[in-house]
């Protein structure tokens, strides 16, 4: 079945640094979404991607949808503490489905 | 934030009862989604809804159903609990079915 890479599967950060993160497939998807999970709740959408090539950003976090739709990367800039959290790449494939990535733990040194 | 509520949020069952989970939406969104989220495992969808009576299978529905009556509406329903369907369910709903909004999720610990 597809399969999604998603890298690093944890990272350790000083406030203020940059962050950046990315998922592969083996497999081309239409769509691209980011989402970021804090304990105990759901998951939030950040970012949706929607053609090969785009970049997006929201606030302090930007994405790319890879040109041969088979990756995509989340940067976070000038981390701060409420960056902490678990970020989830998802790809959606033909048939709508979403695959999904194993998850970025992003953890703020302190 | 999506109008997206679950109940219960919490809940401890036995082994082979019945349980059901409700997910409830306010924004009028065509397509709903019930995952459940594992260690190791991260999101896998249960089941899905396109519309009101249509429903279609995800990776992982043996052991489940799902009704949804009416649009703001999307019920999970395990027959008969096991211990293997412990685990976090997260509804989720779209406009399109390009994006997805999750609601809050439900603990489920079946002893």
């Known amino acids: 079945g597809q399969q999604l890479n998603q890298s690093p599967q944890s990272m350790f950060i000083q406030e203020g640094e940059d962050v950046s993160m990315n998922c592969t497939s083996s497999?081309?998807?239409?769509?691209w979404l980011w989402y970021k999970q804090d304990p105990g709740e759901g998951p939030v959408l950040l970012i949706a991607?929607?053609?090969a090539g785009e970049l997006t950003s929201n606030g302090r976090l930007t994405a790319q949808f890879g040109i041969t739709r088979k990756d995509s990367f989340l940067n976070i800039s000038a981390s701060i503490p409420s960056d902490v959290g678990i970020y989830f790449c998802a790809g959606q494939d033909s048939n709508y489905q979403l695959i999904w990535g194993a998850g970025t733990k992003l953890i703020i040194k302190p | 934030d999506a109008g997206i509520t679950q109940s219960p949020r919490h809940k401890v069952t036995e082994t082979g009862t019945p349980v059901t989970l409700r997910c409830h939406q306010t924004e009028n969104h065509r397509y709903m989604y019930w995952y459940r989220q594992d260690p190791g495992h991260g999101l896998r969808l249960i089941h899905y809804?396109?519309?009101?009576?249509?429903?279609d299978k995800g990776e992982v529905s043996d052991g489940y159903s799902v009704s949804r009556s009416k649009t703001e509406d999307f019920l999970l329903t395990l027959e008969s609990a096991t211990s293997s369907q412990t685990s976090v369910y997260f509804c989720?709903?779209?406009?399109?079915?390009?994006?997805?909004?999750f609601g809050p999720g439900t603990r489920l610990l079946v002893l």
């Open positions: 497999s081309i998807f239409n769509t």
């Open positions: 991607l929607y053609k």
């Open positions: 989720a709903i779209g406009r399109e079915r390009e994006t997805q909004y």
């Open positions: 809804s396109y519309g009101v009576k249509d429903t």
